[in-house]
């Protein structure tokens, strides 16, 4: 698949977008990627486009939405440089990848952070429900509140976009829905009705 296909798929709204796509290692990683669990589209550029569709589902001013595409386009794009290796070497996380791809283009830090902590509630959860850790769960989610800082809100709407794809288990974002008080709970809407 060529550059200009994947413009055609991904369809960018704007030259920022559009940007990316002309970045030969960002278009390999759109193209990496098997149907596996969580993600049974496979490839990157298929989970993006879901992610937007979700975004579009959702009640939001135009800025929002900018900056929740822009997360979308680069957050697991650089998961075919991951390090993957045991112990894992956490600075290579395709996370901290994608960061230090965005920071060439936006000098908004906390954009920055809500890109490289977006599985960091994802992290909490499974601390709390899967070890039983729970006050390191909430030292982690207190420390990933403060570095998305006034970006919360967002960080949950990516959170719940992200999530709510594949076959993705749905039970992170229920706990983080019912269990952080300072977000404002939303629900997509699809056609007339709120999910």
Same mark, same amino acid.
């Given at each position: 698949?060529?550059?200009?296909?994947?413009?055609?798929?991904?369809?960018?709204?704007?030259?920022?977008?559009?940007?990316?796509?002309?970045?030969?290692?960002?278009?390999?990683?759109?193209?990496?990627?098997?149907?596996?669990?969580?993600?049974?589209?496979?490839?990157?550029?298929?989970?993006?486009?879901?992610?937007?569709?979700?975004?579009?589902?959702?009640?939001?001013?135009? /800025?929002? &939405?900018?900056?929740l %595409?822009?997360? #979308?386009?680069? +957050?697991?794009?650089?998961?075919?440089? /991951?390090? &993957?290796?045991?112990? %894992?070497?956490? #600075?290579?996380? +395709?996370?901290?990848?994608?960061r230090n791809f965005l920071a060439r283009y936006v000098d908004d830090p906390l954009l920055l952070n809500v890109v490289e902590l977006h599985d960091e509630a994802y992290y909490c959860w499974r601390l709390a429900h899967l070890y039983g850790k729970l006050s390191e769960a909430e030292e982690r989610l207190e420390a990933l509140r403060e570095r998305v800082g006034e970006y919360w809100q967002l960080y949950y709407l990516f959170f719940k976009c992200d999530t709510s794809t594949g076959d993705k288990n749905p039970a992170p974002l229920l706990w983080f829905e019912r269990h952080v008080k300072d977000i404002e709970v939303v629900r997509f809407e699809r056609g007339q009705t709120a999910i």
């Amino acid at each position: 698949m060529n550059a200009q296909q994947l413009t055609a798929l991904l369809n960018p709204e704007t030259s920022l977008e559009a940007s990316f796509l002309r970045d030969e290692e960002y278009l390999r990683g759109l193209i990496w990627g098997v149907p596996r669990y969580g993600h049974p589209e496979g490839t990157i550029w298929r989970h993006i486009i879901e992610i937007n569709q979700n975004i579009d589902a959702l009640p939001i001013d135009p /800025e929002t &939405r900018r900056k929740l %595409r822009i997360i #979308s386009f680069v +957050h697991d794009t650089f998961k075919h440089v /991951e390090h &993957r290796g045991n112990p %894992r070497d956490w #600075s290579k996380h +395709h996370s901290v990848y994608a960061r230090n791809f965005l920071a060439r283009y936006v000098d908004d830090p906390l954009l920055l952070n809500v890109v490289e902590l977006h599985d960091e509630a994802y992290y909490c959860w499974r601390l709390a429900h899967l070890y039983g850790k729970l006050s390191e769960a909430e030292e982690r989610l207190e420390a990933l509140r403060e570095r998305v800082g006034e970006y919360w809100q967002l960080y949950y709407l990516f959170f719940k976009c992200d999530t709510s794809t594949g076959d993705k288990n749905p039970a992170p974002l229920l706990w983080f829905e019912r269990h952080v008080k300072d977000i404002e709970v939303v629900r997509f809407e699809r056609g007339q009705t709120a999910i």
